[in-house]
């Protein structure tokens, strides 16, 4: 049975959301912004008003969750009460309280992810690293990992190129992870992730060590502006490979895009490589080869950012990107995430995209400057 401290905590921190996330402030706007998608001509202009509803939806979505978490912690207030009465039991009221806290957590959680970027879609790409076939499955069972948390939390998963490891699992993906927040999440997967266990493929049973580097950006929109030198960009055309009908391996449908870049401050070159084969549609592919080189120029003005106001934070915590952030050690039955310290024995549940956990311990613990330790 929860206590008295702990009911008290409750709608403490409730009433503190309603103060840091300024509900009476979003209410007012929420209207306002409500009334202009009513005004003659809304639809007119069919991209602006998309971006009109966009930004109501999100107001919308704030009201209701602080509304849902304000009714739990007045219901769990009621119920504390009743319980002295007998109304009811000890395990309601206990329910009651650990969906309260889900509620409080989910809300306080959302509101680290304030940067400009953490609204966005996502790109995720994995590369297996030095191992041959050991790293390449370790691939694989990442890729599979981020599969299965894009759909238990209801986002839109695309893989735009796919490249199968010699003998099994992948030598590298890239996925397209479409939903509110996808980048402000998926921005602490960034790094180096370890496996330790027994090979499979190792004859004689040894404990194998493998790395495995996740890249995480942000996937830009129309309203995005980024700058692309037309006379940067060259192309190649290939066959997709895989089955996906009688047009592959036949008609040049997949993409390769090269993009010299030139680093705006330093002046050094180098090419920007992207290959995709989503679609069997050459111009689509193009277009969304294009996009994912404009999320890639995005992401470096954005490191940019974060190395210069890194400077100036220079006095608290940072991890250099593609560092080692998390192992996952199968034999101990531990998954450790080494920038924050948190861990978990569930192994299998990690592995089945539960991860939430390792999300919510690094926004918690690096919050609004999450940016500086990516």
Same mark, same amino acid.
Request: net charge negative.
């Given at each position: ?59 919308? #979505? ?96 695309? %893989? ?26 998926? #921005? ?62 036949? %008609? ?64 608290? #915590? ?28 569930? %192994? ?27």
């Amino acid at each position: 049975m929860i206590t008295a401290e702990q009911l008290k905590e409750v709608l403490e921190r409730t009433e503190a959301l309603n103060r840091y996330l300024d509900i009476p402030r979003k209410q007012v706007e929420w209207e306002e912004e409500q009334l202009r998608t009513q005004a003659p001509g809304f639809w007119d202009d069919a991209a602006a008003a998309e971006q009109q509803m966009k930004k109501v939806k999100s107001l919308e #979505k704030w009201l209701k969750g602080y509304a849902e978490t304000r009714t739990l912690a007045d219901e769990l207030f009621t119920a504390f009460d009743f319980y002295k009465e007998e109304l009811v039991t000890e395990q309601e009221v206990d329910e009651l309280y650990a969906r309260t806290i889900d509620s409080i957590e989910a809300l306080e959680l959302k509101n680290m992810l304030q940067q400009e970027e953490d609204p966005m879609d996502a790109v995720l790409k994995i590369n297996s690293g030095a191992g041959g076939t050991e790293a390449q499955d370790w691939a694989q069972m990442l890729m599979r990992m981020y599969m299965r948390w894009a759909e238990q939390n209801g986002y839109k998963l695309t %893989v735009a190129n796919l490249q199968d490891g010699d003998e099994a699992g992948i030598k590298t993906v890239t996925m397209q992870i479409e939903g509110e927040y996808a980048y402000g999440y998926l #921005k602490s997967e960034n790094g180096v992730h370890r496996l330790v266990r027994v090979s499979p493929y190792n004859a004689q049973g040894k404990r194998m060590t493998s790395f495995a580097s996740v890249f995480v950006t942000p996937l830009v929109d129309d309203t995005i502006e980024v700058y692309v030198d037309p006379a940067r960009v060259s192309w190649d055309l290939f066959r997709s490979g895989g089955a996906g009908g009688q047009n592959v391996n036949k %008609v040049e449908t997949g993409v390769r895009l090269r993009y010299q870049y030139k680093d705006p401050d330093t002046g050094e070159e180098e090419e920007i490589l992207i290959e995709n084969t989503e679609s069997r549609k050459q111009l689509e592919n193009r277009e969304n080869a294009m996009r994912l080189l404009k999320s890639q120029l995005y992401d470096r003005a954005l490191k940019k950012r974060m190395e210069a106001q890194a400077k100036i934070e220079a006095g608290k #915590k940072k991890i250099e990107w593609g560092s080692q952030i998390r192992s996952y050690v199968f034999d101990d039955r531990r998954v450790k995430d080494h920038r924050t310290g948190y861990q978990t024995s569930d %192994v299998g549940g990690v592995m089945d995209g539960k991860i939430d956990a390792f999300i919510k311990a690094y926004l918690m613990e690096f919050g609004g400057n999450s940016e500086l330790v990516q």
